[in-house]
């Protein structure tokens, strides 16, 4: 059965990928390639796909922002109880794609989260505006309310709480780090001939780097 949507379709031919050009490490790499959509004002450079799995084997899917590269893999920040914070609980594997559709490329990350540390989750919250810190207290994510006036009303109770006065990170309110063991890049090719390059990390630490058919 034809669809009005089975003709949508795009030929990417911006960019070509070469193995030879590709850095040793993925975390440099990436670097590289998140420098790159920042500099095309690619929609939301820094949004990743987070995937994560519940009790019953059930996968599932949100956008996050990340907020840190370092050589250890990439930090985002939300809700401990939140639905994906209960399903890191239960089940650290992980995996994040970022999608930048002006340079037509894609990096998928697979691995396991660990929680940072309270200092790094103090030292990040700290640095958001003060109503998105209010927000935080105000907002029992994932929970079902009884609509906008809820929320409006619960974050009037707060700034309340807080007027005039610091607002602290809710110890419910932190960060996570994806330690990665495989990162694959994708470059948009014509006639659907894609570029796809993955590393894979090793025993001894170190990443190999192979290409996969699209």
Excluded: C
């Excluded at 519940?54 to 996050?64: C, H, K, M, N, S």
């Excluded at 399903?87 to 559709?101: E, M, T």
Aim: hydrophobic share 35%; glycine share 6%; net charge negative.
């Amino acid at each position: 059965m034809h669809s009005k949507y089975s003709d949508i379709r795009r030929n990417y031919e911006r960019q070509e990928m070469k193995g030879e050009d590709l850095e040793l490490s993925p975390i440099l790499q990436f670097q590289n390639w998140l420098e790159d959509a920042i500099a095309a004002e690619d929609t939301e450079p820094t949004a990743m796909s987070l995937a994560t799995v519940d009790t019953t084997g059930q996968p599932t899917q949100r956008v996050v922002l990340l907020k840190n590269v370092s050589e250890a893999g990439i930090s985002f920040f939300t809700n401990y109880h939140s639905s994906k914070g209960v399903q890191l609980d239960h089940n650290p594997k992980v995996s994040a794609n970022f999608f930048w559709p002006l340079l037509e490329r894609q990096v998928r990350w697979e691995g396991r989260v660990t929680k940072l540390s309270q200092e790094a989750s103090d030292n990040y919250f700290a640095s958001r505006p003060r109503e998105s810190r209010i927000g935080a207290w105000a907002s029992p994510q994932s929970t079902t309310i009884s609509g906008d006036n809820f929320l409006s009303e619960r974050f009037r109770e707060f700034e309340l709480q807080f007027k005039d006065k610091e607002v602290p990170r809710p110890s419910h309110w932190g960060g996570y780090l994806i330690v990665p063991h495989k990162v694959e890049f994708w470059q948009g090719r014509p006639n659907r001939m894609h570029q796809r390059f993955v590393y894979t990390l090793q025993p001894d630490g170190e990443w190999a780097l192979s290409q996969l058919a699209p």
